[in-house]
């Protein structure tokens, strides 16, 4: 059965985007972050605090393989590490999967991650200090993120565009 992976940094717009697409295409979505969430019973800063990102990224390499393995067509919207840890690159790159990768520029992450309270990663940095994480961690996460089978640019795009942008990728 047909996946249709949404990667990309915390703030690209994978969540907004599967759901868009999702009504466009027919197709089902998850988002891994609150499928990990719902069977936790335990938020991601949760997780984080109480377990630690070592615990966090086996469960998200958990839960990814069992959604990739499930019987049905789907869009799946990762977190924005996901790609980067285990080997769920190499997953990533099964013949029944399509991948896209939401490029989006620092300055734009900078703006929608700035009051980000919900991402552990982000929270609680200056300005300052969290312009230089994003611009650090994107340049190291690029190398995953540029596997995608297709990259879409989302600066200065409305969502809905860049879900026909997709849609017609996958025609
Ligand atoms: C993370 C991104 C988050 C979430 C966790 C770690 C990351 O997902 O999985 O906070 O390492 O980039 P979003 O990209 O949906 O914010």
């Known amino acids: 059965m047909k996946k249709i992976v949404l990667l990309g940094y915390m703030g690209s717009g994978k969540s907004t985007i599967a759901k868009i697409l999702s009504k466009k295409i027919h197709y089902d979505y998850k988002d891994l972050d609150q499928v990990i969430e719902k069977a936790m019973g335990l938020t991601i800063n949760e997780i984080f605090e109480q377990k630690g990102e070592v615990f966090f990224r086996k469960l998200e390499h958990q839960f990814l393989t069992e959604l990739l393995a499930s019987n049905e067509n789907m869009i799946i919207g ?16 099964a013949d029944h999967i399509s991948s896209i990768y ?44 540029n596997q995608a089978n297709y990259t ?6 409305a969502p809905d565009l860049i879900a026909n942008e997709i849609k017609s990728l996958l025609i």
């Open 102 to 145: 939401l490029k989006t520029s620092i300055d734009k992450l900078f703006n929608r991650l700035r009051h980000s309270l919900n991402r552990p990663l982000v929270a609680n940095k200056s300005d300052e200090e969290l312009k230089e994480f994003i611009a650090k961690s994107l340049f190291e996460r690029s190398y995953y993120y």
């Open 152 to 157: 879409v640019v989302t600066d200065d795009k």
């Open 78 to 93: 990762l977190g924005g590490g996901t790609p980067c840890f285990s080997n769920n690159n190499a997953l990533l790159l």
